[in-house]
Structure formats: C-alpha cells, structure tokens
C-alpha cells in the first residue's frame, strides 16, 4: 500500500477524533440548556456513560484500521498508520493550543 493512502487513512481517522470531540465538547457546554438541571445519580451515570463511550468510539477510530490492517498481515502499514493518526491528532492539538493562546 502506498504510504500517501497510509497518510490520508491516518488525517480521515485524526479528523474523526476531532469531530467527534467537538461534538461531544458542543453537549457537554450546552447540556444545561438541553437537558434542564441534572439530578445528581442520573447525572452522574450520564457523565460517566458518556465518558466510557467516547473513549471505545475514539479507541475505534484511532485503532481501528490498524488492527484490521495487521490482522490481515500489514504489519508495517498497520505501525505506520498508528504512528501517522497519533502524529496527526498531535498536530491538531497544537493547531488548538495555538488558537487558544493567540485568542486570549
């Protein structure tokens, strides 16, 4: 497989983290508004709910692929394509760090 497609599957999966993320960050900022007070069990159980499936969708999305491809004997296509997801999800964190300090 070409290490181009290897780069792009590893920015579709980076950029799915990130959409993901944000739409998450979107419920939780506005979870007042869309859902009225919480009481606090039920609170709770959702927060934490929420917490154990963002962490398989993103754990999907980050290892995914790379399991498929390793299982199917692309050992290095699997490795590379870890390492350029994790590599692109770094980027897109500094991106925000970025824009964070420069908007303060």
């Known amino acids: 497989m070409k290490n181009s497609k290897i780069l792009f599957y590893g920015l579709i999966n980076s950029f799915g983290v990130l959409i993901y993320v ?19 069990i039920l609170g709770a159980m959702a927060i934490l709910l929420l917490f154990v499936v963002s ?5 999907l999305l980050v290892f995914g692929r790379p399991i498929y491809f390793y299982l199917n004997g692309l050992k290095s296509e699997s490795i590379k394509l870890l390492f ?21």
Request: charged content about 5%; hydrophobic content about 55%; aromatic content about 12%.
């Open 84 to 104: 350029y997801t994790l590599g692109w999800l770094i980027l897109e964190t500094l991106i925000i760090f970025i824009a964070l300090f420069l908007m303060k």
């Open 55 to 59: 962490a398989a969708i993103t754990g």
């Open 22 to 40: 944000s739409l998450v960050v979107t419920i939780m900022q506005n979870g007042q508004r869309l859902f009225g007070p919480t009481p606090g």
